[in-house]
């Protein structure tokens, strides 16, 4: 059980990481409305880390999260059983609770947040519950892939191409906003996430997110999670590595060959990103158990999770929007920012583990998920 979790906090603590180097940018930049080509990325050695980073990090990483949602579903509701208490109750009372932080998160910190919209799809889980491991598997492949192949067949169909887009006004528009005071950088951050959940977007974050729960759930109720721990599954951990990192990377290539085709972004996003983040999930587990390589560092970031997450938020708040530096700060910069923030979180985590069992955010506002502080 003790290496089981370990395991489960190295990769949620790789998750943590690499959502970091997403972020980072979009805390100190108005990404979401950037021009086509970019506006942002726009020296030879910016461009190459741009896509460097799309290829190893961007979207490869929420589907790794999302799975270790699903699989904290199990466990909460193993624990309530155990005590006596009702699973639904236990869980639900922690999505509300989900729901909160991530409502105060998204409106008040940055609008990327991925916790209430977690909150809201964990309800919708809790129905998937009592299924078989074999229909909860069949379910999360049939969501995440027949919706994403039906509109790739219609991004084809139509040839439908990347739009020009200059938006440089806008942009500047947006900067001055978070720059000038509190209440216009409140109002735009407010403004930027009805940008980013409209109507029209909804499905597709339903379609990236929900199937990533399924297989989660799917992982731990097969017993996949424990026999993997076991040492079980050997040949077959190996096999799927292999191919889940060959396809995954192969699809995250594919923009590189037509940068302007839609369906080359779109399958890229949508199977590219899961895929390695399997690959990404499959190499810890065979690193953990092939060779002597300290996963401490990870660890620690993964069994302070949810604390981790919202630091970087608030740390990013307080560089870019306090400060006054957003919209001023270079991609490279804002990355060498990130691995800033990464070493005070290490060290943070280390020495709050030595003295807690969870993060800050379980010590004072209650366990929202096992294992994630």
């Known amino acids: 059980m003790k290496e089981r979790l370990l395991n489960l906090d190295a990769i949620r603590g790789l998750a943590i ?22 506006s942002y990325w726009t020296t030879p050695l910016e461009q190459y880390i741009h896509e460097i980073l799309r290829i190893f990090i961007q979207s490869n990483f929420y589907p790794v999260f999302a799975m270790l949602f699903g699989i904290s579903l199990t466990f909460v509701f193993k624990s309530a059983e155990k005590r006596g208490y009702n699973p639904y109750y236990i869980f639900s009372r922690r999505l509300f609770f989900l729901l909160v932080i991530g409502a105060a998160h998204a409106f008040l910190i940055w609008y990327g947040d991925i916790l209430l919209v977690y909150a809201v799809l964990g309800f919708l889980l809790l129905l998937f519950y009592r299924l078989k491991p074999k229909n909860i598997l069949i379910a999360a492949a ?32 947006i900067i001055n906003n978070y720059q000038s005071n509190f209440f216009n950088g409140f109002i735009q951050n407010i403004i930027d996430w009805s940008q980013l959940y409209t109507v029209s977007n909804i499905p597709f974050v339903i379609i990236s997110i929900f199937p990533m729960f399924l297989f989660g759930l799917y992982f731990a109720k097969s017993q996949w999670i424990t026999k ?115 070493i005070i979180q290490s060290i943070f985590s280390y020495f709050w583990l030595k003295k807690y069992s969870y993060g800050p955010v379980n010590v004072f506002g209650g366990s929202i998920l096992i294992q994630t502080g």
């Not at 039906?150 to 006004?169: H, M, W």
């Not at 699809?251 to 990404?280: Q, R, V």
């Not at 990013?316 to 700060?329: A, D, N, R, V």
């Open 17 to 38: 990481t690499g959502i970091l180097f997403v972020n980072i940018i979009s805390f100190g930049w108005p990404e979401l409305y950037d021009s086509n080509p970019s």
């Open 228 to 342: 993997i721990s076991l040492h079980q599954y050997t040949n077959l951990r190996v096999y799927v590595l292999f191919t889940s990192g060959i396809l995954g990377f192969t699809l995250k290539s594919l923009p590189m060959l037509n940068p302007n085709s839609f369906i080359s972004h779109h399958f890229s996003e949508a199977f590219g990103g899961p895929l390695i983040g399997l690959f990404y999930v499959l190499l810890v587990l065979v690193l953990m158990r092939k060779t002597e390589i300290n996963m401490t560092y990870f660890s620690n970031l993964g069994r302070m999770s949810m604390t981790n997450y919202l630091l970087q938020s608030i740390i990013g708040f307080i560089l870019f929007k306090f400060f006054g530096l957003y919209g001023l700060i270079a991609p490279i910069k804002a990355i060498s920012l990130g691995f800033g923030i990464l």
């Open 142 to 173: 049939s969501i995440w892939t027949i919706p994403n192949l039906l509109y790739g067949f219609l991004l084809k169909l139509n040839k439908t191409e990347l739009p020009t887009i200059n938006n440089t006004d806008l942009i500047r528009l």
